[in-house]
T-cell receptor
Framework: SQTIHQWPATLVQPVGSPLSLECTVE??????LYWYRQAAGRGLQLLFY??????ISSEVPQNLSASRPQDRQFILSSKKLLLSDSGFYLC????????????FGNGTRLTVT | GESVGLHLPTLSVQEGDNSIINCAYS??????FIWYKQESGKGPQFIID?????DKRQGQRVTVLLNKTVKHLSLQIAATQPGDSAVYFC????????FGPGTRLSVLP
């Protein structure tokens, strides 16, 4: 069966520090991969999605970037964190069909101080 | 892309009663819809989906209704339990997979 791993679960970082969040998927090939951010009590904001290695689409201009160095690995990064980058970051995958559900990881709670 | 919205941001229901969470969508060409449940501190979990060639689909204690004429989707939870307390999102999958703002369901003892 397919599983998705996301780490770390929680992270506290100072303003101006770099960020790297990693997500990996097992049990499937060529998944579509997604990064979402969720502010407290709010909905899900799509940040990036990828349909293949090295292919990244950005939905929101921001202080973040994403990379997909391997088929089942998706990384969210920042060179210098801002206070506004705090939030709950969720990685998700789905199959190649657009008519298929997303499967989410357990998320990373990021607090920028 | 098109977005999916919700009528009610919060819903409080007595334990044992039925819950109905509503959702409006804007893209009349949409042919697939999904409901997710998100508990506090966790990622959203798939509940049930429905394709546009259906009006109704039932799962365990949950039913999704689709009214394509008015572009409306609803999630019904029978005999609501404390464990049903969560935020519920409807979603319209497309390339970007955009979610609506969500409805928080609170189950009262």
């Amino acid at each position: 069966s397919q599983t998705i791993h996301q780490w770390p679960a929680t992270l506290v970082q100072p303003v101006g520090s770099p960020l790297s969040l990693e997500c990996t998927v097992e049990g499937t090939s060529n998944p579509n991969l997604y990064w979402y951010r969720q502010a407290a009590g709010r909905g899900l904001q799509l940040l990036f999605y990828s349909v293949g290695i090295g292919q990244i689409s950005s939905e929101v201009p921001q202080n973040l970037s994403a990379s997909r160095p391997q088929d089942r690995q998706f990384i969210l990064s920042s060179k210098k964190l801002l206070l506004s980058d705090s939030g709950f970051y969720l990685c998700a995958w789905r199959g190649v069909s657009y008519n298929s559900p997303l499967h989410f990881g357990n998320g990373t709670r990021l607090t920028v101080t | 892309g098109e977005s999916v919205g919700l009528h009610l941001p919060t819903l409080s229901v007595q334990e044992g009663d039925n819950s109905i969470i509503n959702c409006a969508y804007s893209n009349s060409a949409s042919d697939y819809f999904i409901w997710y449940k998100q508990e506090s501190g966790k990622g959203p979990q798939f509940i049930i989906d429905i394709r546009s060639n259906m009006d109704k689909r039932q799962g365990q204690r949950v039913t999704v209704l689709l009214n394509k004429t008015v572009k409306h989707l609803s999630l019904q939870i029978a005999a609501t339990q404390p464990g049903d307390s969560a935020v519920y999102f409807c979603a319209e999958p497309g390339q970007n997979f955009v979610f609506g703002p969500g409805t928080r369901l609170s189950v009262l003892p």
